[in-house]
């Protein structure tokens, strides 16, 4: 380790926020206007009722909301929290950022070329959101793979809201998540401050007035700029200083076979961290180099998973859900790719 | 108590926000943006800007009206991972170091991590028209790896001048008399720059040209076998250190 890489690194890690934090703006502008705008019980209403549907009808909001995978994450937890099934919210969560008009141009833009790489892209993270929404739905309950502030403030189906998963996790994670009363120098107990949250929800639909809508929106916005820039912020730093200390030659020495081609680029695509919505030219680079199945997986991947964006996925799961996330969407990806490989022209 | 430690975390949480819009504002006024990130997708940074600080000038005047009714803010609750107080303080401290230290174009060690490519496809969202009459001193490193791509016999171009700006990158196995002119290319953002370049032959060793240094070469275009391979190789006959430009990248 020395001056020039620390710097090299310091310069990656700006260049990754400089991009992101636009999108991340974007999207808490989103999860606002919905949070305050929109009425959750008609939202509701209207989502289809069948798991399998459920998970399409997410998947496909991103033409709606066209966010990349920093934005997504305000976005699928308002979602969740307003009571929409969790085969929408993760539906949502894995497809909005490359089902949307904006990636699509500009995927479309890098591989004129190869436009079966474009439709492959799109129809690979359909099929891969809706099967993940849907083996999630099998879950009755979602609430133990939520981290414990989204859980309480989804609308309680029982009826037993925080009961059974909201006392046990409390007395883990209180301490934890809620230090922040003690790091400004308050010894005493820290204040729960989740039924205010639950509050400040249900009291959305009620007729209030228009200027305490609007001062809740302000509210909620600045939480989440705050909360999620603080997560993305770590996460940019991690994946920066992988980048700058571990040679990308070793990524890409990995392999260019049709199986280890694949499994190099899914691992580019995790540690790179770039948008959804400019990856497709950062591919192109290697498309010389790469198989396409590989193309492929790394298109696929990335805008599912990766280093920046995990701790945003953390905000919304338990560690052990975005493990199950990783894992599925890694192996339907890596299947797909590896059919493209071996069956594609 | 507990009143005035949320009044505290409100209004450390308007100053990160600022400070982030400041910080944008601050990168693209002085021309170090072009250090972060493709121009083409500055606008985003720039409205980024803006929005946030508008985000912290709304809470702040709603602060201020709600200071004078007695009632400091709705409780803010937590969300994720990070407490309250570390998020805001981790946004604020990142804002100020981001002021305070200066991003840098990378240099001979990032490109020779990355790994020197002599023939890649490279992006280009407008594909542009090769002119055989063109004058060959007005290309730039990239526009002679790009003719390469597509026409790569060396010989083709033998005798053609060139002039080509870049800083010099020394690989690990590369003989004294020779040196890479060399340039990062940008996609996007830094994360996705890789580095191009062209090997130059000198009249005499390369010890007197220290890496990362930004010359301007004049020569013809000659072929070489380097490294066991033919090359499309500069003889330089002029060498002219310049300043680092502004831009360093190529696109």
Same mark, same amino acid.
């Given at each position: 380790?020395?001056?020039?890489?620390?710097?090299?690194?310091?310069?990656?890690?700006?260049?990754?926020?400089?991009?992101?934090?636009?999108?991340?703006?974007?999207?808490?502008?989103?999860?606002?206007?919905?949070?305050?705008?929109?009425?959750?019980?008609?939202?509701?209403?209207?989502?289809?009722?069948?798991?399998?549907?459920?998970?399409?009808?997410?998947?496909?909001?991103?033409?709606?909301?066209?966010?990349?995978?920093?934005?997504?994450?305000?976005?699928?937890?308002?979602?969740?929290?307003?009571?929409?099934?969790?085969?929408?919210?993760?539906?949502?969560?894995?497809?909005?950022?490359?089902?949307?008009?904006?990636?699509?141009?500009?995927?479309?833009?890098?591989?004129?070329?190869?436009?079966?790489?474009?439709?492959?892209?799109?129809?690979?993270?359909?099929?891969?959101?809706?099967?993940?929404?849907?083996?999630?739905?099998?879950?009755?309950?979602?609430?133990?793979?939520?981290?414990?502030?989204?859980?309480?403030?989804?609308?309680?189906?029982?009826?037993?809201?925080?009961?059974?998963?909201?006392?046990?996790?409390?007395?883990?994670?209180?301490?934890?998540?809620?230090?922040?009363?003690?790091?400004?120098?308050?010894?005493?107990?820290?204040?729960?401050?989740?039924?205010?949250?639950?509050?400040?929800?249900?009291?959305?639909?009620?007729?209030?007035?228009?200027?305490?809508?609007?001062?809740?929106?302000?509210?909620?916005?600045?939480?989440?700029?705050?909360?999620?820039?603080?997560?993305?912020?770590?996460?940019?730093?991690?994946?920066?200083?992988?980048?700058?200390?571990?040679?990308?030659?070793?990524?890409?020495?990995?392999?260019?076979?049709?199986?280890?081609?694949?499994?190099?680029?899914?691992?580019?695509?995790?540690?790179?961290?770039?948008?959804?919505?400019?990856?497709?030219?950062?591919?192109?680079?290697?498309?010389?180099?790469?198989?396409?199945?590989?193309?492929?997986?790394?298109?696929?991947?990335?805008?599912?998973?990766?280093?920046?964006?995990?701790?945003?996925?953390?905000?919304?799961?338990?560690?052990?859900?975005?493990?199950?996330?990783?894992?599925?969407?890694?192996?339907?990806?890596?299947?797909?790719?590896?059919?493209?490989?071996?069956?594609?022209? | 108590?507990?009143?005035?430690?949320?009044?505290?975390?409100?209004?450390?949480?308007?100053?990160?926000?600022?400070?982030?819009?400041?910080?944008?504002?601050?990168?693209?006024? !002085?021309?170090?943006?072009? /250090? &972060?990130?493709?121009?083409?997708?500055?606008? *985003?940074?720039? +409205?980024? $800007? #803006?929005?946030? =600080?508008?985000?912290?000038?709304?809470?702040?005047?709603?602060?201020?009206?709600?200071?004078?009714?007695?009632?400091?803010?709705?409780? !803010?609750?937590?969300?994720? /991972? &990070?407490?309250?107080?570390?998020?805001?303080? *981790?946004?604020? +401290?990142? $804002? #100020?170091?981001? =002021?305070?230290?200066?991003?840098?174009?990378?240099?001979?060690?990032?490109?020779?991590?990355?790994?020197?490519?002599?023939?890649?496809?490279?992006?280009?969202?407008?594909?542009?028209?090769?002119?055989?009459?063109?004058?060959?001193?007005?290309?730039?490193? #990239?526009?002679?790896?790009?003719?390469?791509?597509?026409?790569?016999?060396?010989?083709?171009?033998?005798?053609?001048?060139?002039?080509?700006?870049?800083?010099?990158?020394?690989?690990?196995?590369?003989?004294?008399?020779?040196?890479?002119?060399?340039?990062?290319?940008?996609?996007?953002?830094?994360?996705?720059?890789?580095?191009?370049?062209?090997?130059?032959?000198?009249?005499?060793?390369?010890?007197?040209?220290?890496?990362?240094?930004?010359?301007?070469?004049?020569?013809?275009?000659?072929?070489?076998?380097?490294?066991?391979?033919?090359?499309?190789?500069?003889?330089?006959?002029?060498?002219?250190?310049?300043?680092?430009?502004?831009?360093?990248?190529?696109?």
């Amino acid at each position: 380790m020395n001056w020039t890489q620390l710097n090299s690194a310091f310069t990656l890690f700006l260049s990754l926020l400089v991009e992101a934090v636009p999108f991340l703006l974007l999207g808490v502008l989103f999860s606002g206007v919905l949070q305050f705008f929109v009425d959750e019980r008609k939202l509701v209403r209207l989502m289809p009722r069948n798991a399998f549907l459920g998970a399409l009808f997410g998947s496909c909001i991103g033409f709606l909301f066209p966010v990349c995978e920093c934005g997504n994450v305000p976005v699928a937890r308002r979602l969740l929290m307003q009571g929409v099934p969790s085969s929408v919210a993760i539906g949502f969560l894995l497809a909005a950022p490359t089902i949307n008009p904006i990636v699509f141009w500009a995927t479309w833009t890098a591989f004129r070329d190869q436009p079966e790489i474009v439709f492959l892209r799109i129809g690979c993270s359909l099929v891969i959101a809706v099967l993940l929404g849907w083996v999630f739905s099998s879950q009755k309950d979602l609430r133990p793979m939520l981290q414990p502030t989204v859980a309480r403030a989804m609308p309680a189906k029982t009826g037993v809201r925080g009961k059974g998963l909201g006392t046990q996790s409390t007395e883990n994670d209180v301490s934890l998540l809620q230090s922040g009363t003690y790091f400004l120098g308050q010894a005493e107990q820290p204040i729960d401050v989740s039924e205010f949250q639950a509050a400040a929800i249900a009291a959305t639909t009620a007729g209030k007035p228009f200027s305490y809508k609007l001062s809740l929106m302000l509210e909620s916005m600045i939480q989440e700029m705050r909360e999620l820039g603080g997560v993305l912020i770590l996460g940019s730093a991690i994946a920066a200083l992988i980048q700058a200390f571990v040679p990308r030659e070793a990524v890409l020495a990995l392999g260019q076979g049709p199986v280890t081609s694949i499994l190099a680029m899914m691992l580019l695509a995790a540690i790179v961290s770039i948008c959804s919505t400019v990856d497709a030219f950062f591919a192109l680079s290697f498309s010389s180099l790469f198989t396409t199945g590989s193309l492929l997986a790394f298109l696929v991947y990335g805008p599912m998973i990766d280093l920046k964006g995990i701790g945003l996925m953390m905000s919304i799961f338990k560690p052990r859900a975005v493990f199950y996330l990783f894992a599925l969407a890694g192996q339907l990806t890596f299947l797909f790719a590896l059919l493209v490989n071996l069956y594609g022209s | 108590m507990a009143r005035s430690s949320r009044f505290i975390g409100a209004w450390m949480d308007v100053l990160a926000i600022a400070a982030w819009g400041v910080l944008f504002l601050n990168y693209w006024l !002085t021309g170090k943006l072009y /250090l &972060l990130i493709h121009p083409n997708y500055m606008w *985003l940074t720039v +409205a980024a $800007a #803006i929005g946030l =600080l508008a985000l912290a000038v709304w809470r702040g005047i709603f602060l201020l009206q709600r200071s004078k009714s007695r009632n400091v803010g709705n409780d !803010t609750s937590h969300m994720t /991972l &990070l407490p309250t107080g570390w998020s805001s303080t *981790l946004l604020l +401290a990142t $804002a #100020i170091l981001g =002021l305070i230290i200066t991003p840098r174009a990378f240099a001979s060690q990032t490109a020779i991590q990355r790994g020197v490519i002599d023939a890649p496809t490279l992006t280009r969202v407008k594909p542009q028209a090769f002119r055989a009459s063109s004058n060959t001193e007005d290309k730039s490193i #990239i526009d002679w790896v790009r003719t390469l791509t597509v026409y790569p016999e060396p010989d083709a171009y033998t005798g053609q001048a060139a002039k080509v700006q870049g800083f010099v990158i020394y690989p690990p196995d590369l003989p004294n008399q020779y040196l890479l002119i060399s340039r990062f290319v940008l996609t996007c953002c830094a994360a996705d720059a890789y580095p191009i370049s062209l090997p130059v032959k000198l009249t005499g060793t390369h010890e007197q040209y220290k890496p990362d240094t930004w010359l301007e070469i004049q020569g013809q275009m000659m072929t070489e076998t380097l490294g066991g391979k033919r090359q499309l190789v500069i003889r330089a006959a002029a060498i002219q250190p310049i300043e680092e430009p502004k831009n360093p990248y190529d696109y």
